[in-house]
């Protein structure tokens, strides 16, 4: 199992939030998306270890209109 950690700039509301954790969810390989209300910036994502996973997040950051960047890995 890896993990990645998220930090975008934007601001999103909880609906937003929700929708982004469960379009993240879907993605094969992604076991859990956790984000802190305290920590509204930052998202950890677990995921199965694969070759495009981390670019694959990415992708889907970039779609909602984030500007996300790896923070850990």
Do not use: W, Y
Not at 9 to 30: F, G, I, K, S, Y
Request: proline share 4%; with cysteine; glycine share 2%.
């Amino acid at each position: 199992m890896r993990a990645i950690q998220i930090h975008f700039h934007d601001t999103l509301d909880n609906q937003q939030r929700d929708q982004l954790r469960n379009e993240l969810m879907a993605l094969p390989h992604v076991s859990n998306v956790e984000v802190e209300a305290s920590k509204e910036h930052d998202m950890l994502i677990e995921f199965e270890e694969r070759h495009n996973m981390p670019m694959s997040i990415m992708d889907v950051l970039h779609h909602q209109g984030l500007h996300p960047d790896i923070t850990a890995c």
